[in-house]
Every structure is written in C-alpha cells, then in structure tokens.
C-alpha cells in the first residue's frame, strides 16, 4: 500500500486498546505537511506542502518517488475515481485533476476549477464519489459550492442563512435510508450546519434582491444564470466559542438511526452531538476536555470505533468513538500536527505537521 501527503492533511488508522509505536518517518520533507492519503493500489502515495510541491513516496522504502510544483501553496489531496486520479486543491483557489499513472514531476493537469478566491484557500473541499464523477463542495470565501467535475461552473450553493462568517471544514456524510448524501459544514461563528443536497430551490439572478441578506449562497453570482440553492437543514447546539475549525461524521451504537458529528477548534473542547436530519434536531451528546487547547482536524476511522485529533500541542490524540474517552496520547511531532489520515487496511495511523514530519503510528 502506498502513501499520498500534503502538509495539511493526513489519512491514519489505528486500533481500540492497545500500545503504539512509531513505525516510520517519511523521509525528504523540509517544510510544514499539509496532507497526507493511503492509497489501496499501486500508486505511490501523494503528499503536499505549503511550497506548493505535491510528492509520491513508496511506503516500503519511505523515500520520495517523485515532486511536482502543482500549487503556489497545496491545501489538499486525494485520490479520486477509483484512484486512477488525484486531485489537489490550492490556496490560491483551484482545484486541479491528474492522471495518477502519469503522476511524475512533469505532468500536467487534466481538469483544471477556479473554486475559489485568492486569499480564501483555507477550508479543504469536500469530496463525494458515489460513481466515476466525483462531487466536490468548496467554500469560495463567501459561500460554499457543489461542483459536478464534469461541469464548468457550481451546480448547487448552499446557504447559512445567517452571517457565519468564514467556513472551517466541510464533509460529506450519508444519512441513514438516503440516497444521496448530506453536507455538513462547521463555521467561524462556533456552530456545525447540515444540508440536505437534493432540497434545493432554483433562484435566479433577477431575484436576489427578493432573497434575504444573510442567505451568503447568493452573493457575487458568477453571471445570469439560474442557481440551485439549499438551506441549511439544521445546525447543531453544539456551539463553540471560538471559531470550529474540524468536523467529521459518524455512527455510534448508542444513537442508532441518527448521524453523529465530532467538532472542535480553537477552544480546549471537542464536541459530540447527534444529527437527525429526518426531524431537523441536533442534541449535544458530550463535550470532551482536552488539556491544551486548539485542533486542526478530527478524523473518525471508518469502522466507528476511534476517532483522533491533530493538536495545537505537536499532539496526536486517540479516543473511544463508542465510549468517548481518550485511549492515547502520541508525541512524536515537534510542530503543531495538521493532518490525520487513517489506512485502509492496516493499523496504520499517518499524522503530518508543522515540523515538516510525516509519522506512520502501529496501534495495535
């Protein structure tokens, strides 16, 4: 299995109840890690950094394979389409597509998306693969867009409906029963909204000034033309004082038939609320006390039993997704940790940080 990093972001997978080593250190990384992907076929992973460079390591020797200047400064990258592609994502704004066999440090992109302002790269899109044309929603500094990769221009635009300031992070999660997935977004204002995707009504240019001032969807449309807009289904009670800057979704047995959301931010709390868009309520389960306070990202491991977080404090920490209650702390990272990002096939736990290290934890 192969590694994919960018300075921001990271993939991890860890197992409940047991001791932890550092396997590994990726090797050849001098500058912050954004983001880091395990990928399931026989590419080399992808990693990027704030340099802009997005690189491949072979997980086997832990040596740079390859590095390509693909952003001015890389916030994210995954691979996409049955991982014969990967896609990047740039804080100047654009989100670039690229052939994952011809991946080499002369390649060029496929697909290439203005989503973005300059200057407003800071929340990593979200990505939804239901089929071979994946879904991506980005926030482009003043309101967050869903784009079909095989269009041009944004298919929906989804509205706070109230002035909550700059979105953090962005996940797709699918409600139990649905067909289609939800949205769910944590914002500047402390609060965590869900959308549903298919609820959208068709608002045109002409009618804006009809709409209301805080729907922030409808500022600075792109050119007439008719956009379909959603509302937030709800938003959670679990509302930060800082800013939230992570969410991620899950299931617990305790709540079953209902989503489960995980915040946190800039506080020393981390938040765990219920999210039954059916009946458009959101309960607080339990707020979490870490010691030292801010979190750059959560991460729930696909078979619901942990979730990690990313700290301020050069920290990776484990919980009890069931139980929540903290099962580890790893130190390892001399720099504030950006990215967690879980294997899919091992008990490979990746964490990217400030220090310019990529760490691979075994957690048995």
């Not at 914002?187 to 909204?193: H, I, K, M, S, V």
């Amino acid at each position: 299995m192969y590694v994919c990093v960018c300075v921001w972001c990271v993939c991890l997978c860890v197992c409940m109840y047991a001791c932890v080593c550092v396997c590994c250190m990726v090797r050849g990384v001098c500058v912050c890690v954004c983001c880091t992907v395990c990928c399931l076929s026989a590419h080399t992973p992808p990693l990027s950094d704030i340099g802009g460079n997005v690189c491949r390591w072979l997980r086997s020797s832990h040596r740079k394979r390859v590095t390509l200047k693909a952003h001015s400064s890389v916030l994210q990258v995954c691979f996409v389409a049955n991982d014969r592609q990967i896609l990047t994502q740039g804080r100047e704004g654009e989100v670039k597509i690229w052939d994952a066999e011809r991946f080499n440090s002369a390649a060029t992109p496929l697909q290439t998306l203005s989503v973005a302002d300059i200057g407003c790269g800071f929340c990593r899109c979200a990505i939804y693969q239901p089929d071979q044309h994946p879904l991506i929603a980005a926030f482009d500094g003043t309101k967050v867009v869903q784009w079909d990769l095989r269009e041009s221009k944004p298919s929906v635009m989804f509205s706070t409906g109230t002035h909550a300031g700059l979105c953090c992070s962005l996940r797709y999660c699918t409600v139990p029963g649905a067909e289609t997935p939800s949205l769910v977004g944590c914002f500047e204002d402390g609060r965590t909204y869900i959308w549903d995707t298919t609820a959208t009504t068709a608002v045109s240019l002409q009618s804006q000034s009809e709409a209301d001032a805080g729907d922030t969807c409808l500022d600075h449309p792109a050119d007439e033309m008719t956009y379909n807009v959603c509302r937030p289904v709800l938003f959670s009670d679990a509302h930060h004082e800082h800013p939230a800057l992570a969410v991620d979704v899950g299931h617990r047995k305790k709540n079953p038939g209902m989503l489960c959301g995980v915040s946190a931010g800039a506080a020393d709390t981390i938040c765990v609320f219920t999210l039954d868009v059916q009946q458009r309520e959101s309960t607080t389960v339990e707020t979490l006390k870490v010691k030292n306070a801010g979190i750059n990202q959560v991460c729930v491991r696909p078979d619901q039993k942990i979730f990690a977080t990313a700290g301020w404090d050069r920290r990776v920490r484990i919980w009890d997704w069931q139980r929540l209650r903290e099962l580890a702390v790893l130190r390892g990272h001399t720099g504030s940790v950006s990215c967690l990002c879980f294997a899919p096939t091992d008990n490979t736990l990746l964490s990217g940080g400030a220090d310019g290290r990529i760490l691979a934890w075994n957690i048995y």
